[in-house]
């Protein structure tokens, strides 16, 4: 980063509102990761956001000094954190990264971008690995703050994700998922400002979910999901766009979806069938927050938040019909990988006949 020492508007300069003011587009920050496999995998994590309405002003583009605008107008400061997991409890600045920027007049948005490779991607990314895989996520944040006092105007909280064979030379997957974005304003309504939800996500025994249970789980079991959301005041916030992820060592595939009930205020009902044979893992829910306006219509809030819940340590899904934890060749044929110390094709079954499973389960599943 390159930083212009001088001097600067306060925060409740009205000039610095024309900056504020581009913290109020839906969504403010999206993103993506491009991943190269060269011999060593090197991620390319891209971040940007529209500037509609300012993109060619000569003294209020951009929002930070990175995009190139130095003007004495410019009232905030961009920092970037990393966590070491998605439960976001522990944090630390990253002051060693290259930020470049970037711009797109056409479509007057800019973005910012910076490169993981090497130490960098073994020390801001979290490896984990199973029989054929290594899985990396990244937990990051976008920070801006104001340049006079520190105190914080937005929080933009996202996690990147890759898969690769363990050979680099396959990529199977990849992903940017943009959690919540908090903006944070002097007349802040608490509902915007603080929110909470139910950390754990609970097991119930019906859609209905009058008794939460701990089921012994099985491939291909039909289960319902609950998650709980309370709002800070009377507003009435409604859950909606769930995703359902596996996560464990060596695991990251998101679970399809039947279907869901959402039509309690801060509630939501998830049924899905088990698509997973594992040992060791949770199951966690990501929603968004929606309020209702008029006619009962809802409507996106104001800034995105994502809120996030998983299960407590399942010690096993078990295959299905069988009363003991999978062994490798059962979670081969379930999923076509397994636990990391598996070999690379079981030890009981021929790699055809695996093969030939995995093509019958994906043709009736």
């Given at each position: 980063m390159h930083l212009r020492l001088g001097s600067f508007i306060q925060c409740w300069d009205p000039q610095c509102n024309k900056?504020?003011?581009?913290?109020?587009?839906?969504?403010?920050?999206?993103?993506?990761?491009?991943?190269?496999?060269?011999?060593v995998p090197k991620v390319n994590v891209i971040i940007g956001y529209s500037d509609i309405d300012y993109f060619n002003d000569p003294d209020y583009f951009g929002l930070v000094n990175e995009d190139g605008n130095f003007s004495d107008s410019i009232c905030f400061n961009?920092?970037?954190?990393?966590?070491?997991?998605?439960?976001y409890s522990d944090y630390l600045e990253i002051t060693d990264l290259t930020i470049l920027a970037s711009n797109n007049s056409k479509k007057k948005?800019?973005?910012?971008?910076?490169?993981?490779?090497g130490e960098k991607l073994q020390q801001f990314m979290v490896k984990t690995s199973n029989s054929h895989q290594y899985i990396y996520r990244g937990f990051f944040a976008f920070v801006f703050s104001y340049r006079q006092s520190n105190n914080l105007q937005s929080i933009?909280?996202?996690?990147?994700?890759?898969?690769?064979?363990?050979s680099f030379t396959t990529l199977i997957n990849q992903g940017f998922k943009s959690l919540y974005q908090i903006n944070f304003f002097y007349n802040c309504d608490p509902l915007f400002c603080y929110f909470f939800a139910e950390k754990e996500i609970k097991f119930c025994a019906d859609i209905k979910c009058a008794e939460y249970i701990n089921p012994d789980l099985h491939f291909n079991d039909k289960i319902i999901l609950y998650q709980f959301y309370q709002s800070q005041n009377e507003k009435q916030i409604y859950l909606t766009h769930p995703?359902?992820?596996?996560?464990?060592e060596g695991l990251l595939e998101q679970a399809k979806i039947i279907s869901f009930d959402n039509t309690q205020p801060g509630q939501i009902k998830i049924e899905l069938k088990v698509g997973i044979v594992w040992n060791g893992l949770k199951i966690q829910v990501t929603s968004s927050l929606e309020q209702v306006i008029i006619d009962g219509e809802l409507s996106d809030m104001p800034t995105?938040?994502?809120?996030?819940g998983q299960t407590q340590q399942i010690y096993c899904i078990k295959a299905q019909g069988s009363e003991s934890c999978a062994t490798c060749d059962e979670q081969y044929l379930a999923q076509g990988y397994a636990n990391n110390g598996c070999s690379l094709f079981g030890s009981k079954i021929s790699m055809k006949f695996i093969i030939l499973s995995i093509i019958i389960l994906q043709i009736f599943h």
């Amino acid at each position: 980063m390159h930083l212009r020492l001088g001097s600067f508007i306060q925060c409740w300069d009205p000039q610095c509102n024309k900056y504020i003011e581009k913290f109020n587009k839906k969504p403010l920050m999206f993103g993506k990761i491009i991943v190269d496999l060269n011999q060593v995998p090197k991620v390319n994590v891209i971040i940007g956001y529209s500037d509609i309405d300012y993109f060619n002003d000569p003294d209020y583009f951009g929002l930070v000094n990175e995009d190139g605008n130095f003007s004495d107008s410019i009232c905030f400061n961009l920092k970037i954190y990393k966590y070491t997991s998605n439960t976001y409890s522990d944090y630390l600045e990253i002051t060693d990264l290259t930020i470049l920027a970037s711009n797109n007049s056409k479509k007057k948005q800019r973005y910012y971008s910076f490169t993981l490779e090497g130490e960098k991607l073994q020390q801001f990314m979290v490896k984990t690995s199973n029989s054929h895989q290594y899985i990396y996520r990244g937990f990051f944040a976008f920070v801006f703050s104001y340049r006079q006092s520190n105190n914080l105007q937005s929080i933009n909280q996202f996690e990147i994700f890759f898969t690769i064979n363990k050979s680099f030379t396959t990529l199977i997957n990849q992903g940017f998922k943009s959690l919540y974005q908090i903006n944070f304003f002097y007349n802040c309504d608490p509902l915007f400002c603080y929110f909470f939800a139910e950390k754990e996500i609970k097991f119930c025994a019906d859609i209905k979910c009058a008794e939460y249970i701990n089921p012994d789980l099985h491939f291909n079991d039909k289960i319902i999901l609950y998650q709980f959301y309370q709002s800070q005041n009377e507003k009435q916030i409604y859950l909606t766009h769930p995703q359902v992820w596996y996560v464990g060592e060596g695991l990251l595939e998101q679970a399809k979806i039947i279907s869901f009930d959402n039509t309690q205020p801060g509630q939501i009902k998830i049924e899905l069938k088990v698509g997973i044979v594992w040992n060791g893992l949770k199951i966690q829910v990501t929603s968004s927050l929606e309020q209702v306006i008029i006619d009962g219509e809802l409507s996106d809030m104001p800034t995105p938040i994502r809120v996030f819940g998983q299960t407590q340590q399942i010690y096993c899904i078990k295959a299905q019909g069988s009363e003991s934890c999978a062994t490798c060749d059962e979670q081969y044929l379930a999923q076509g990988y397994a636990n990391n110390g598996c070999s690379l094709f079981g030890s009981k079954i021929s790699m055809k006949f695996i093969i030939l499973s995995i093509i019958i389960l994906q043709i009736f599943h």
